[in-house]
Each structure stands twice: as C-alpha cells, then as structure tokens.
C-alpha cells in the first residue's frame, strides 16, 4: 500500500492529467505491465472518470501483451518485454481497443523492472519503458528509478501521468 502522502501526490498528477485530457475532448486507455494496474487505480480513483478514462490492460504476461494488445511476438523475442519498442506497440494496442473513438484516443503505456529481482547488468531493476500514443503519433522514454518495489511503481505512475500532463499542454496530437 502507498503511503498517504504518495497517494496525495499521485491523486494531484492523476487531476491534473484528467484536466488536461478531457479538455481535449479525448478518451484514456492504458496499458501496464509493471505496475500491475496502479495507473488505472489512480486515475479511477477520481470522481467523473468515466468521461474521460476508457479502461486499461493489466499485460503482465507477454502472452497478454500479444493477445490483448497485439505486440508482435517477434518484438519480444528480439527486444524484451522491457524495450523501446514493446511499450510502443503496447500503447498502438492499447488505441485499439474496443470502444476506443478513432481520432479521439489517447493511450500510455508502462513495462518495467520493479524489483528486488528480475535485472541484469543492460536492465537492471528500475528500468522502466513508457509510452503515449495518440492518433498520428507516439513516444517513448526510458527512465531509471531507485527504492523498493513499490516505489518504482509509484514513480513509474508519476512518470507517465507527468509525461501524458506535459504532451497534452504542448499541444502534441
């Protein structure tokens, strides 16, 4: 469980994320990995959220990520599950989903390391991949987080709600 302040903290990103999305008229969806759901928990966690928030995959699995998603398993095997690459296809898959509006739909997508095990000297724990996608364009970045478990998740959720914050006020579509 994230500490209060954590949550405080997140809630005020996830409103000003909500803020910035709706005023563009869009719909969200994600698509997560590492952090098992914690962005969709934060933005569900506001009032009104289903006028802007579509729904989200949990693709912990690749077998999720090809399957719900439609991540070429090519990718995976060439890249990883924790790659440039992966997480852009996630966030393509995740605009793709059923009852996403075309031309209106914005996505973001998160895989990672959240530890204690699970790195290697190219990934080590803390690697986290994420990705926005909105029709006409994407991105991708690579961070690199310290702490427990549960701090690169809560980190990798600020992350993507800081980055989706930042697209939409440059006027990125």
């Known amino acids: 469980m994230l500490e209060q302040e954590g949550q405080e903290r997140l809630g005020a990103m996830a409103s000003e ?10 719909l969200l ?11 969709a928990h934060t933005l569900t966690n506001m009032d009104g959220s289903s006028a802007w928030f579509h729904g989200g995959v949990v693709s912990y699995s690749n077998d999720l990520k090809t399957g719900l ?6 990718l995976l095997a060439e890249h990883g ?19 996403m509006p075309e031309g209106r739909g914005v996505a973001v997508a ?9 790195g290697t000297r190219e990934k080590p ?10 029709p006409g ?3 991708a970045e690579k961070f690199l987080f ?13 992350g993507a709600l800081f980055g989706l914050s930042a697209f939409v006020r440059q006027g990125v579509r």
């Not at 998160?110 to 699970?118: F, M, W």
């Not at 310290?146 to 600020?158: D, E, L, N, P, Y």
């Open 17 to 26: 994320a909500a803020r910035h999305v709706s005023g563009q008229g869009w």
């Open 125 to 134: 724990v803390g690697t986290v991949w994420m990705a926005w996608a909105w």
């Open 110 to 118: 998160i895989s990672g390391i959240a530890g204690p095990t699970g």
């Open 146 to 158: 310290r702490g427990s478990r549960t701090a690169v998740k809560s980190q990798s959720v600020a």
């Open 29 to 39: 969806a994600t698509a997560e990995s590492c952090t098992g759901g914690l962005l």
């Open 81 to 99: 599950a924790v790659s440039e690459a992966v997480v852009l296809a996630m966030a393509q898959g995740a605009l793709r989903l059923p009852g």
């Open 69 to 74: 998603l439609g991540v070429d398993p090519a």
């Open 137 to 139: 364009g994407e991105r």
